[in-house]
């Protein structure tokens, strides 16, 4: 399996407070995604990173923020959650657009 | 709005039948994946399909891409309990180093 890891797995948060997402690679994998799944929904893309200080805005980026300071990390942070961010986050990497991408195991959060 | 749209949403047959399922995309593409979720899991790569490929083949899936009809569809054959899953469609957007999924059809196999 590639070797990417979300951290945390799990997390309960009030509304109103910061929060922050992380995502670990060690593929040396250019791209990276943040996705959100919710039930109807499919996956649908957050923001995304073609490379180091290299981001971009997905079709629900209102609310969150990215950052990526060096190629093995990309951070999602949540400025000040919402109960409509309570989701399942997904991070994906890819070593370029023609080839595979690797996802994470998710993040559970709940905004209460 | 999301680049991938599956049909259906929703599909349950028997064991041993073969499974189609259906993606629609709005823009040009450079390449089309297709990729598997197993309950409460992440999403595992199942088949790739460049823009000036017509069909391919893994094991007991089959793709098809037609990009004048802006279309593509995965065939399951002689499904098992196990392929059971939610299978997604995900494409590039030419010009933009982005990869979008779509809905998702929920594939249910009874024994």
């Known amino acids: 399996d590639a070797g990417i890891t979300q951290s945390p797995r799990h997390k309960v948060t009030e509304t109103g407070t910061p929060v922050t997402l992380r995502c670990h690679q060690t593929?040396?994998?250019?791209?990276m995604y943040w996705y959100r799944q919710d039930p109807g929904h499919g996956l649908r893309l957050i923001h995304y990173s073609y490379g180091v200080k290299d981001t971009d805005k997905g079709e629900v980026s209102d609310g969150y923020s990215v950052s990526r300071s060096k190629t093995e990390d990309f951070l999602l942070t949540l400025e000040s959650a919402t109960s409509s961010q309570t989701s399942v986050y997904f991070c994906?990497?890819?070593?370029?657009?023609?080839?595979?991408?690797?996802f994470g195991q998710g993040t559970r959060l709940t905004v209460v | 709005s999301q680049q991938g749209e599956e049909d259906p949403q929703a599909l349950s047959i028997q064991e041993g039948e073969n499974a189609t399922m259906n993606c629609s995309y709005k823009t040009s593409i450079n390449n089309l994946q297709w990729y598997r979720q197993n309950s409460g899991r992440g999403l595992v790569h199942l088949i790739l399909?460049?823009?000036?490929?017509r069909e391919k083949h893994s094991g007991r899936l089959r793709v098809t891409l037609d990009t004048s009809k802006k279309s593509s569809s995965l065939l399951i054959t002689a499904s098992r309990a196990a392929d059971t899953a939610s299978y997604f469609c995900?494409?590039?957007?030419?010009?933009?180093?982005?990869?979008?999924f779509g809905q998702g059809t929920r594939l249910t196999i009874n024994p």
């Open positions: 399909i460049r823009s000036n490929e």
């Open positions: 995900a494409t590039d957007s030419e010009g933009a180093q982005k990869l979008v």
């Open positions: 593929e040396n994998h250019r791209y």
């Open positions: 994906a990497t890819g070593g370029s657009l023609n080839t595979e991408a690797f």
